[in-house]
């Protein structure tokens, strides 16, 4: 087993200390080489001992680690496990971009299965690019903002103006982009319903998900569809009917 070096970055003398004991204890495979109380610390730290990790606190007083993380002037060939209080945007943005996020107090399960996943994403002759799209992201606009979608063999960032709708099979979601792209993905439909929460997405049906913006037209006739601008017609629930009607008329 290859050993993770790793640097802790949070304001919090306390939180650094339990998640340096729970590593010790539950990870044998993370080699803490340092710790940074603050963004400037850590800028001074990556630069100098090269981390493999880092396990990074989002809100650290006036500059927060996505702040650290864009005054890194392109250098992202190492692996993130955001680790926060606050379940809110900032997290929504790391899952979009598919980077693992760990909430206060730390879960022993989350931080194992985090580290597991990290070690098999590093590669120190490469840059993580979703690292790159997280950073980009923060900045970026609604409209283009990014998300990673996990194909077999890369993990491919999508536009989120460009998916025009998402159905389910099963456990898998295929996400119909313009230009009659399509992905099939491993994950729910729920999870993508939970990923895009906020970005304009409406859940019509138990296996249909859409871009609000790509609705071409509500049709009445038929028990009421949704027509989306790729000519695809999507069915409404009588669950979804009242929710669907209230934002179309809204």
Do not use: W
């Not at 809110?88 to 979009?96: E, F, S, T």
């Not at 304009?200 to 049709?219: A, G, P």
Request: proline residues 2%; hydrophobic residues 40%.
């Amino acid at each position: 087993m290859s050993t993770l070096r790793c640097l802790l970055v949070d304001d919090e003398k306390k939180s650094r200390a339990n998640l340096r004991q729970l590593l010790k204890e539950y990870c044998p495979q993370v080699e803490v080489i340092a710790e940074a109380q603050s963004a400037a610390e850590a800028l001074k730290l990556i630069a100098l001992l090269k981390p493999d990790l880092l396990f990074l606190d989002i809100e650290m007083g006036e500059v927060s680690g996505f702040d650290l993380l864009k005054s890194l002037n392109g250098r992202q060939d190492f692996e993130v496990i955001f680790v926060t209080a606050f379940d809110r945007y900032g997290i929504q943005a790391v899952k979009v971009c598919a980077i693992d996020y760990l909430l206060k107090p730390i879960n022993i399960l989350e931080l194992s299965s985090a580290v597991a996943t990290a070690s098999k994403q590093i590669n120190p002759k490469k840059e993580n690019q979703r690292l790159k799209e997280l950073i980009a992201n923060i900045d970026r606009g609604e409209d283009e903002q990014r998300i990673a979608v996990p194909l077999a063999d890369k993990i491919e960032f999508v536009a989120l103006s460009k998916i025009i709708r998402l159905e389910a099979e099963g456990n898998y979601t295929h996400i119909y982009l313009e230009g009659n792209k399509k992905h099939l993905v491993c994950k729910t439909l729920k999870e993508y319903q939970d990923l895009l929460e906020g970005y304009n997405f409406l859940r019509t049906h138990q296996s249909h998900l859409i871009n609000f913006r790509k609705i071409s037209s509500y049709v009445k006739t038929e028990g009421g569809y949704i027509s989306m601008e790729d000519g695809s017609q999507v069915p409404i629930s009588r669950q979804k009917k009242e929710e669907v009607l209230k934002r179309i008329l809204k």
